[in-house]
């Protein structure tokens, strides 16, 4: 650790996320509802908490899986190194969602999430909230006159999508990875290595059908990490930090080589978020 302050507030944090998760336990203690990816992080952070070592543990990923009424939710719950000081990071599947009821929810559930947010543990309460409001994103889409004004339709929105994966080495993988960007028109980049990250902006729908086909390859590990709804409707505002989409392959594979190319474009602070270090000096 830096310095004794933060190896005090990440000892302080993880104590709470080791509390969180033991309550979580005792909510969902069937074998399919609360699953780890790597149940190893959870020694590896009692070690580091029983022997104050200087190493610090992997951060906690995990899936809860509810049932709320007649809709199946997969909830995809990253934790950085300093949750609850920091904000986690949560994705929610459901294939009995359309994909616009899917980021919908997304886009709204982490709205809630940030607008709330106190620097305590905030699982539950995000729990609570799919609770009260998951109904209306199963309700199916209103029907509107087929001679609409196209004047009075909405505007097309936008996304950028940050997706955390174990290792990105396969030939194949990244030739497709890259080949789906460019036939969506989405700009970004795909990092390989271990882990490899990748992000991609654009048109909201395509974003997600891009993810569709990302997501059914073999993976070890891949989940979608950070999505941000942006702002402005044409899409040629700051808020387009990519031109094209890229891939990135440094011979001495580091993070810090990639938060270096991306201080270019303002996004190191997201690339350290998403990694669980936003709050390391």
Same mark, same amino acid.
């Given at each position: 650790?830096?310095?004794?302050?933060?190896?005090?507030?990440?000892?302080?944090?993880?104590?709470?996320?080791?509390?969180?998760?033991?309550?979580?336990?005792?909510?969902?203690?069937?074998?399919?509802?609360?699953?780890?990816?790597?149940?190893?992080? /959870? !020694?590896?952070?009692?070690?580091? $908490?029983?022997? &104050?070592?200087?190493?610090?543990?992997? =951060?906690? @990923?995990?899936?809860? #899986? /509810? !049932?709320?009424?007649?809709?199946? $939710?997969?909830? &995809?719950?990253?934790?950085?190194?300093? =949750?609850? @000081?920091?904000?986690? #990071?949560?994705?929610?599947?459901?294939?009995? $969602?359309?994909?616009?009821?899917?980021?919908?929810?997304?886009?709204?559930?982490?709205?809630?999430?940030?607008?709330?947010?106190?620097?305590?543990?905030?699982?539950?309460?995000?729990?609570?909230?799919?609770?009260?409001?998951?109904?209306?994103?199963?309700?199916?889409?209103?029907?509107?006159?087929?001679?609409?004004?196209?004047?009075?339709?909405?505007?097309?929105?936008?996304?950028?999508?940050?997706?955390?994966?174990?290792?990105?080495?396969?030939?194949?993988?990244?030739?497709?990875?890259?080949?789906?960007?460019?036939?969506?028109?989405?700009?970004?980049?795909?990092?390989?290595?271990?882990?490899?990250?990748?992000?991609?902006?654009?048109?909201?729908?395509?974003?997600?059908?891009?993810?569709?086909?990302?997501?059914?390859?073999?993976?070890?590990?891949?989940?979608?990490?950070?999505?941000?709804?942006?702002?402005?409707?044409?899409?040629?505002?700051?808020?387009?930090?990519?031109?094209?989409?890229?891939?990135?392959?440094?011979?001495?594979?580091?993070?810090?080589?990639?938060?270096?190319?991306?201080?270019?474009?303002?996004?190191?602070?997201?690339?350290?978020?998403?990694?669980?270090?936003?709050?390391?000096?």
């Amino acid at each position: 650790m830096d310095t004794e302050e933060n190896k005090d507030k990440l000892i302080r944090c993880l104590n709470e996320q080791v509390n969180e998760i033991n309550l979580l336990q005792s909510m969902y203690p069937e074998k399919n509802e609360l699953i780890f990816y790597d149940a190893t992080v /959870l !020694q590896e952070i009692e070690n580091f $908490l029983a022997t &104050s070592t200087d190493f610090v543990p992997r =951060y906690i @990923d995990f899936i809860i #899986n /509810l !049932q709320i009424t007649n809709t199946k $939710l997969e909830i &995809s719950i990253c934790l950085p190194s300093f =949750y609850p @000081d920091t904000q986690p #990071n949560i994705y929610i599947r459901s294939n009995q $969602l359309n994909r616009q009821q899917e980021s919908s929810l997304n886009i709204e559930f982490n709205n809630f999430m940030t607008k709330s947010f106190t620097g305590e543990v905030c699982i539950y309460t995000g729990i609570l909230w799919l609770l009260e409001n998951i109904e209306k994103y199963c309700e199916p889409p209103a029907t509107f006159p087929v001679n609409v004004n196209k004047s009075n339709e909405e505007p097309v929105k936008y996304t950028r999508y940050w997706i955390y994966s174990h290792h990105i080495y396969n030939k194949e993988k990244k030739e497709m990875i890259v080949k789906t960007a460019k036939k969506y028109n989405l700009n970004g980049f795909c990092c390989t290595g271990k882990p490899g990250i990748i992000c991609i902006e654009g048109n909201e729908t395509t974003c997600i059908e891009w993810w569709k086909i990302i997501k059914a390859l073999h993976w070890k590990k891949i989940v979608i990490r950070k999505i941000e709804e942006l702002s402005n409707s044409d899409f040629n505002s700051i808020d387009n930090r990519f031109k094209n989409f890229t891939l990135i392959e440094f011979s001495n594979h580091s993070m810090s080589q990639l938060c270096q190319t991306l201080e270019e474009v303002s996004l190191q602070n997201t690339l350290r978020e998403i990694l669980g270090f936003s709050n390391v000096t």
